[in-house]
């Protein structure tokens, strides 16, 4: 929104960190969300597949998206991927 102050317009940026940070915060309440229900599915997969591997991997990734506000949480995320294709091999 540009309002006329004088001469010179002027971008009001306030409104816009608003809207940015509304956005960051539903981003991170729908992955913590969304790691919930990922860290079910790898439940139920290690409990028919019988590896525990799907399980910590799970675990971890429902952790880490708790902690994706800090950069440990991007790098737990790495790591929790990794630990499903190692569980995804052993299941072969």
Do not use: C, R
Not at 6 to 12: E, L, R
Not at 21 to 47: H, R
Not at 74 to 88: D, K, R
């Amino acid at each position: 929104m540009i309002i006329k102050s004088g001469s010179y317009p002027y971008i009001n940026y306030l409104n816009i960190e608003k809207k940015l940070l509304f956005f960051l915060i539903l981003t991170y309440i729908l992955f913590v969300i969304s790691g919930y229900y990922i860290k079910n599915a790898f439940y139920l997969l290690a409990y028919y597949t019988k590896i525990s591997l799907f399980k910590t991997a799970g675990l971890l990734y429902f952790i880490s998206s708790f902690l994706l506000i800090l950069v440990i949480g991007g790098v737990g995320i790495i790591i929790a991927w990794i630990l499903i294709a190692v569980a995804f091999y052993y299941a072969l």
